[in-house]
């Protein structure tokens, strides 16, 4: 899994000596903010945690214009911790804590005229009815899921169109909802290719392998790709 920010441009352990040597905190919440959206993108939450804490989310008189950004990538990482712990522990709790404050912010910028939050907005609301559905399947969630994906659909991101459609796929497959399941991860695999990501493109050939309608060999990535030549063109994340 890619997690790491190694390849043919950029050396993150030397990077971040560099960076920490010169005091280059732009840089460096950059890269954390960087390395968070990988490491969820590839599933590895733990990384996604450790780096997300360090994302400042400080300003001084109003918040820069990449900010709602970062509070949307705080809340996916936030709720889906909330929803890997099958036991509501403390950690859950706090994670869902979070993860609703996220939500919060969201709304308050989407009601100020802040039109360009609130497909992530909507995001994060199909993913807390997503949790709150108490592992039985409602058309509600699948309502949420929709306005999800046609608000990122309307507000040309991509990223945010592959993402809504593989999170609603997660959904319907951890409800045994087959045919839906099939149908939103392949439509989530086919905009992951409009985008140019190959290596998600073939983390998703291997986990939901199952689950996606076969393609054609044309199509289909290549095992053998390098994920270093991975490509994450037009995302919208940033």
């Not at 590839?42 to 709602?68: M, V």
Request: hydrophobic residues 40%.
């Amino acid at each position: 899994i890619p997690t790491t920010l190694r390849g043919d441009y950029m050396d993150e352990i030397a990077q971040l000596n560099e960076w920490r040597r010169n005091e280059n905190d732009q840089a460096l919440q950059m890269f954390f903010y960087c390395s968070t959206l990988l490491s969820f993108l590839f599933g590895d939450l733990q990384l996604a945690e450790e780096h997300c804490n360090r994302i400042s989310t400080a300003y001084e008189e109003r918040p820069p214009t990449w900010f709602p950004f970062i509070i949307f990538l705080k809340g996916l990482v936030s709720l889906a911790i909330s929803g890997a712990n099958a036991n509501a522990n403390a950690a859950s709790r706090r994670a869902r804590r979070q993860g609703d404050a996220a939500v919060k912010q969201l709304e308050q910028w989407a009601d100020a005229g802040c039109i360009n939050v609130k497909h992530m907005l909507h995001i994060l609301m199909a993913e807390q009815a997503s949790l709150d559905s108490s592992g039985i399947h409602s058309e509600s969630v699948k309502t949420a899921w929709d306005r999800a994906i046609d608000s990122a659909q309307r507000a040309g991101s991509l990223a945010h169109q592959g993402l809504a459609y593989e999170l609603a796929g997660v959904y319907f497959r951890h409800m045994e909802q087959d045919y839906s399941a099939k149908s939103y991860l392949s439509r989530a695999r086919a905009i992951y290719r409009e985008w140019g990501c190959d290596a998600k493109i073939a983390l998703m050939h291997s986990r939901y392998s199952d689950t996606l309608e076969p393609v054609s060999d044309a199509l289909s990535v290549s095992s053998g790709r390098s994920y270093e030549r991975m490509s994450f063109k037009r995302t919208g994340l940033y």
